[in-house]
């Protein structure tokens, strides 16, 4: 194999045999890319794998590796890491402790769990996969992956992510669903496009806030959140990024779009919302006086698990999608959302916010803008649909047109009716919270060094 100077691609997908790395492979100086895919028995890498300084993708998922190398992370060409189920322990090792499993998991939980030292070095990452790896800690200076577009930290048990996560001005995707421990979520980097899959994150309490920009896209899906919201008071997320949106950007004028969705836990419609309706359509008239001072729609479907759904209800995808029709004709069936495959069922009622701004309509249904602008009305209508309603049921909605002279009023009615206590903590609060969370971590980890090493010398 050293003679195999050029190679540009090596491919070990499911190597199951294979025990060792094969050091050989450090001397392959033209190789880009590196697959490892479920070679099980591999639990360590070679220090000098950082001679393969042209390597582009890196992908070591589901192999027994825990401590990976430093030299991984000072490959500064490297653009694609994946460390997806690597748990630390080989199938070999794996079979002969399977009797004592829950009890070694329970008395040392980190035995397992993926360690990382420094990420600093990789420059050129763009897509960074550690799902499903028992990590308990991110190291700090994940905000030093200024390339970073795809962040998935899925499955695994740390309490908090260090905030040098905002620092991520090109993160496009960051991914932290059924991170059972996690407390609080921070506002992940400021890119104007931003995709955050938190599900199942049945901890989670609170949320650093989130600014909308101008010309942006965002999703924001907390399915399962219960922790985070109560439906009792507490101010629901859509809520609060849509006031601060018309307290900073709706003044001004923007030829612009804008949308941002939120699912969050709850089973109401906000009592803000002018048109409601139990099911899955709600019916509005857009008038032609108030045309001209249109800045947006908000819309709101109230979802959850069909009551009479059949016995394997465990087996379906999550899709919802709304549709547009005007003056009787359908012209769009945007926007959507849709839950990862891996994530669990929702397991009861949910609310999906949207909001568009009016350009982004405009260009839906030019035609109809148009009769607006001349003086004539136009008879909207929006049904939300389920793609499989056996499993999954609309069961209420609304829509709210909202216009440049509402707003102030808009503004006052969503603080006083929606937020009497907040889950996301204000600006000025965000350094105490985090050094507190922070705190109790080092304090956590104190005690638990304590007792394994007084369990050790007993």
């Known amino acids: 194999m050293e003679h195999l100077t050029g190679l540009i691609k090596l491919d070990l997908t499911n190597c199951k045999n294979l025990s060792s790395f094969p050091g050989v492979i450090c001397s392959l100086t033209s190789l880009k890319t590196l697959t490892l895919y479920g070679c099980l028995n591999i639990d360590n890498m070679p220090m000098n794998l950082g001679n393969l300084e042209g390597l582009e993708e890196l992908d070591l998922s589901g192999t027994a590796i825990r401590e990976p190398p430093s030299s991984i992370f000072c490959l500064k060409n490297l653009k694609v890491l994946s460390f997806q189920g690597c748990n630390g322990l080989s199938s070999e090792s794996w079979s002969w402790k399977k009797p004592l499993n ?7 939980p980190d035995l397992m769990g993926l360690v990382l030292p420094s990420v600093s070095g990789l420059f050129s990452l763009t897509t960074l996969n550690i799902r499903n790896c028992n990590l308990q800690a991110i190291p700090s200076d994940i905000g030093c ?20 996560i905002n620092q991520l001005s090109n993160l496009r995707e960051f991914w932290v669903e059924n991170c059972k421990s996690l407390q609080l979520l921070p506002a992940p980097g400021s890119s104007a496009h931003i995709d955050v899959q938190a599900n199942g994150c049945t901890s989670l309490e609170s949320l650093l806030p989130f ?69 899955a359509s709600v019916n509005l008239e857009v008038l032609s006086y108030l045309f001209k001072q249109l800045r947006g729609i908000a819309l709101c479907a109230i979802f959850g698990p069909h009551q009479h759904r059949p016995p394997n209800h465990l087996n379906y995808n999550l899709l919802l999608t709304c549709y547009f029709k005007a003056n009787g004709n359908y012209f769009s069936s945007y926007p959507l959302v849709s839950v990862s495959k891996e994530f669990d069922m929702v397991e009861s009622d949910h609310c999906w916010f949207v909001y568009l701004l009016s350009n982004y309509l405009q260009g839906f249904f030019q035609k109809e803008f148009l009769q607006i ?40 009615s969503m603080g006083q009716s929606e937020c009497s206590s907040s889950s996301i903590i204000p600006y000025n609060e965000v350094v105490d919270v985090v050094d507190h969370f922070e705190e109790d971590i080092k304090i956590k980890q104190s005690r638990d060094d304590e007792s394994n090493n007084e369990n050790g010398a007993s």
């Open 102 to 108: 829950f009890l070694l998991m329970k008395k040392t």
């Open 145 to 164: 992956l200024s390339s970073l577009e795809k962040l998935d930290l899925s499955g695994n048990n740390f309490v908090f992510i260090p905030e040098s």
């Open 211 to 279: 600014k909308i920009k101008d010309n942006s896209q965002n999703y924001f899906y907390l399915l399962n959140c219960f922790q985070l919201v109560d439906n009792k008071g507490r101010c629901d997320l859509f809520t609060t990024m849509l006031r601060e949106y018309f307290q900073e950007l709706c003044y001004r004028e923007s030829t612009k779009k804008v949308r941002f969705d939120v699912v969050i836990p709850g089973s109401e419609v906000p009592i803000w919302f002018r048109h409601q309706s139990v099911g």
């Open 373 to 412: 602008a001349n003086g004539s009305s136009c008879q909207l209508e929006i049904e939300f649909k389920s793609a499989d309603p056996s499993m999954m049921e609309i069961k209420k909605c609304g829509a709210h047109m909202v216009c440049e002279e509402e707003m102030e009023d808009l503004k006052q």
